[in-house]
């Protein structure tokens, strides 16, 4: 395949998201910002998130809705910034924010579920009624790593509620084309989980059966 290179020098994007007009939205996870890369070429900065952004999707009311991590440790590898496992010091809160594209104003939504602080949100995915499921990953220290999850919030910042725990690195996220099924992938175990959904953030699932055991394995790294 052939491709053609729009715009260098990022800052470790993430979490693109295609625009009507022809530009893309993405994070730069190592800058701290959401960015439009324009089809041009022409990279301008819509909003300073600070901490570590990652995951971005467009919202029922046009803003951008961010997965913040609270920020990542960087090491030098072969001439390139990467991100290490361990959380920083100075590392932010995680928190799910709202920016407005037309003032690059930001809102800190969310920074903790069932009274539990966020530990690193990662991704997520609108759903049929304007809410959104995303995943915390959880973070990853010397010797100790948390166990993650999956959460369902309310674009208002009106409800949040913690809904599949614990995980192992839940990643990736996304709803079939039918809204009946959320997809999660953990990178740890390298598994692509199916749950069941039944209603707006609720999962199907036997009476006083954990969530995270109600999953259905679709997909397994190095399997044929």
């Not at 609270?70 to 361990?86: L, Y």
């Not at 579920?113 to 499921?133: E, I, K, Q």
């Not at 009106?158 to 099924?181: K, M, T, Y």
Request: with cysteine; glycine share 14%.
């Amino acid at each position: 395949p052939r491709f053609t290179e729009i715009a260098s020098g990022l800052q470790f994007p993430e979490g693109p998201v295609a625009m009507p007009d022809g530009s893309v939205l993405l994070v730069e996870i190592r800058r701290g910002t959401l960015t439009r890369v324009l089809p041009g070429g022409r990279v301008e900065v819509v909003a300073e998130l600070g901490g570590g952004p990652n995951g971005a999707a467009i919202g029922p009311d046009g803003r951008c809705y961010v997965c913040n991590s609270g920020g990542f440790a960087w090491a030098e590898h072969d001439g390139r910034r990467i991100p290490v496992a361990e959380a920083p010091a100075n590392a932010q809160p995680g928190s799910i924010q709202r920016v407005d594209l037309d003032s690059g104003q930001v809102e800190t939504l969310y920074t903790e579920t069932n009274g539990r602080a966020l530990r690193s949100p990662n991704d997520l995915v609108f759903d049929a009624h304007g809410g959104f499921w995303f995943t915390d990953y959880g973070k990853v220290y010397e010797r100790v790593r948390d166990r993650g999850a999956v959460c369902y919030a309310r674009a208002d910042g009106s409800f949040i509620e913690e809904v599949i725990a614990p995980l192992d690195s839940p990643n990736g996220i996304g709803l079939s084309a039918d809204g009946r099924a959320l997809f999660v992938a953990e990178t740890y175990t390298g598994n692509i989980l199916r749950f069941e959904i039944e209603g707006q953030g609720r999962i199907r699932r036997p009476v006083d059966t954990p969530a995270a055991m109600t999953a259905t394995v679709i997909g397994r790294a190095g399997a044929s």
